[in-house]
């Protein structure tokens, strides 16, 4: 099982960057996919998430209106596309899978990424 993450960078406030997240070695079309965030000193917390379907997603509050999730499943792939970054926005983003209906929460999460590095200056 892998998950790829690729497409963060360093950016001005303001600006935008696309997330993707290649997987291989498991049923995409199974899994709900979801974004998850590492600030320094700071827990991993939710971003957003998709249904297995894409009918449905899900947004943290901090993150509603500006970032917008999606999947492609003839590509394996998940995206975040994050607008109006903001310098609260730095962190590692992380992907993952889950079976469960519960995309919220880190634990139910079966697979993750390695993460990539989002830094947003002011």
């Known amino acids: 099982v892998r998950l790829v993450e690729s497409g963060g960078a360093l950016v001005q406030a303001g600006g935008s960057l696309r997330l993707s997240c290649a997987t291989s070695g498991f049923t995409f079309d199974d899994y709900a996919m979801g974004w998850f965030r590492q600030a320094p000193g700071k827990e991993r917390e939710f971003v957003a998430a998709?249904?297995?379907?894409?009918?449905?997603?899900y947004y943290a509050d901090s993150v509603k209106g500006r970032f917008t999730i999606s999947r492609d499943k003839a590509k394996n792939t998940v995206y975040l596309q994050m607008n109006s970054l903001k310098p609260e926005d730095t962190a590692v983003y992380y992907c993952?899978?889950?079976?469960?209906?519960?995309?919220?929460?880190?634990?139910?999460?079966?697979?993750w990424g390695q993460g990539t590095q989002v830094t947003v200056s002011s």
């Open positions: 993952g899978a889950t079976t469960t209906p519960i995309v919220n929460i880190l634990r139910y999460y079966n697979y």
């Open positions: 998709i249904s297995w379907s894409a009918g449905t997603t």
